[in-house]
């Protein structure tokens, strides 16, 4: 099944027309903070990953930042030249999803099939880059993750759908032919979420195989933890990582958990107390002994604010 950006587009209005085409006309270029169109309209939003412009019931654009707290997945890119990425909803807790104006924007786009530009910063301040990935549509929304199919560069999509086109619980069938190549998913997944090679090893040897919150030394219950989300090289840096087991590594990326960056002790989410968890509070993060290779304390201030944003 082929699909065809003209075609797509082709029933918005024509400042709607014109915003995406931006996107498109860009596509794979780095460009500065985007400007707004002559006729006003912003492409995208320096407060929201999710631009919904005023007025119209779509969103415009997504926006991963170097700083955001989510885990967005880096994209794949297929070989017609049109990809997949994962982009995490804004709203930590995937319950919550409708809660956010933004995210009901998204499930829009995908329910009537109208594209979104999107965009992936790649170069910090002071002089940030973004990279721009193109147009894609929103296929599927799983676990806090919408799913967006890019267009090539010739405006067309022709990877299959997978997984449908809403959230209804889809049917799983067994196929045992299948097993080995679900395993080499599954340790890919174990492989990525442990941290990718280099900046695995280097958090292990910083932290001595030791969790830094946990007393665990167990290597496969370890994982290289970011403190601002995975985007590239620039983030796989020691100072941006925590050695932590795996479900502490699961509770910092939700917001559950935090450091203090001035007393380097655990803050916990009000949701923790009264929990197995509950006993993390104010607990001291152990260090690295190597002082240029703990974490940077602004990371941390940084990504406790998000946290603690989120609490209620």
């Known amino acids: 099944m082929t699909t065809s950006l003209e075609k797509t587009i082709a029933g918005l209005s024509p400042s709607h027309r014109e915003a995406l085409l931006w996107f498109h006309q860009r596509q794979g270029q780095d460009v500065p903070w985007p400007q707004p169109l002559a006729d006003g309209t912003f492409l995208v939003n320096k407060a929201k990953g999710i631009h919904k412009p005023a007025g119209l019931q779509y969103a415009l654009s997504v926006r991963e930042s170097l700083s955001g707290p989510y885990d967005d997945h880096p994209p794949e890119v297929h070989s017609d030249g049109s990809w997949t990425y994962r982009y995490f909803q804004e709203q930590p807790d995937p319950a919550k999803r409708d809660s956010m104006f933004t995210n009901v924007a998204l499930l829009k786009c995908r329910d009537d099939e109208v594209p979104v530009g999107v965009l992936r910063q790649v170069k910090a301040k002071p002089n940030p880059q973004y990279r721009v990935l193109g147009l894609a549509l929103v296929r599927e929304w799983k676990d806090g993750y919408f799913r967006l199919e890019g267009f090539s560069p010739a405006g067309t999509i ?33 492989v990525r979420r442990q941290g990718q090679g280099k900046f695995r090893t280097e958090v292990l040897n910083a932290y001595r195989n030791r969790c830094a919150i946990s007393t665990c030394d167990v290597p496969a219950a370890l994982e290289a933890a970011h403190i601002f989300p995975y985007l590239g090289m620039d983030t796989n840096v020691v100072t941006n990582g925590l050695l932590l087991r795996a479900d502490l590594h699961g509770l910092l990326d939700q917001g559950l958990i935090g450091v203090d960056p001035t007393s380097m002790r655990v803050v916990i989410s009000p949701q923790l107390k009264g929990t197995d968890y509950g006993n993390l509070e104010g607990a001291t993060v152990k260090l690295p002994v190597k002082v240029e290779q703990r974490p940077n304390q602004a990371a941390l201030a940084k990504h406790l604010a998000w946290a603690r944003s989120t609490w209620k």
Request: glycine share 6%.
């Open 158 to 190: 022709s990877q299959p759908e997978v997984g449908g086109t809403t959230d209804d619980k889809q049917e799983d069938v067994f196929n045992p032919e299948n097993v080995e190549d679900a395993r080499q998913r599954i340790m890919s997944a174990i």
